[in-house]
């Protein structure tokens, strides 16, 4: 288009008319740079997922405020004592199916087994800081472990396992 407007400018000129300059360069370049094809084409897909377990908490002496005296029906039961025994180290989070803050800095988890493991929180963590219960995030191995894994309550406080021990009840034999 702009070719032939000029040739027809040309054309109308009287003879002794001085040819126009030609434009000058552009200083800035506004193209982008080519750039060379790909040799096969490619996609990049990041998928991000985030799971968050929240483990209740049962009532136990340390975090029922509210208990009133024991009933009579309790009293006539076999007291049981608990005594701890070796544990893994790590446990299945689909397998906790609550807790109970019991010791000053322990939480109890009570398993779907009806297995009850003593979870030893590190230096610093008070078990009463869990009495709502906590908050796990899921691990790609889906196990809780000690020395690894975080547990959140769910006033804020996080800690970590320090260590299991598998707590198993031994009746008390009355003196």
């Known amino acids: ?5 000029t ?4 054309a109308a000129a009287p003879a002794d008319a001085e040819m126009p300059a030609a434009p000058p360069e552009p200083l800035v370049s506004l193209a ?7 040799t096969a084409p490619y ?14 908490a049962q009532r ?10 024991t009933t009579a029906l ?5 007291p049981l004592v608990w005594k701890e025994k070796k544990a893994p180290k790590c446990v299945a989070m689909r397998n906790i199916l609550g807790m109970q803050a019991v010791q000053r ?3 109890d988890l009570i398993t779907r087994q009806k297995q009850r493991l003593r979870a030893q ?3 610093g963590c008070r078990a009463l800081d869990f009495y709502a219960g906590f908050y796990m995030q899921g691990s790609k191995d889906g196990r809780l472990c000690e020395g690894r894994d975080q547990i959140h309550a769910r006033t804020g406080a996080k800690c970590e396992v320090d260590k299991f021990r598998l707590m198993v009840p031994v009746p008390r034999d009355e003196d």
Do not use: C, K, Y
């Not at 982008?32 to 790909?38: K, R, S, V």
């Not at 996609?43 to 209740?56: D, G, N, Y």
């Open 7 to 10: 040739l027809l400018m040309l």
């Open 105 to 107: 800095d322990s939480i």
């Open 43 to 56: 996609w990049q897909v990041v998928i991000e997922q985030q799971l968050i377990i929240r483990v209740p």
């Open 1 to 5: 288009m702009l070719t032939s407007a």
């Open 121 to 123: 929180l590190n230096r």
């Open 74 to 78: 309790r009293s006539r039961e076999l």
């Open 32 to 38: 982008a740079p080519a750039l060379e094809p790909p």
């Open 60 to 69: 136990s002496s340390l975090n029922n405020f509210a208990a009133g005296p």
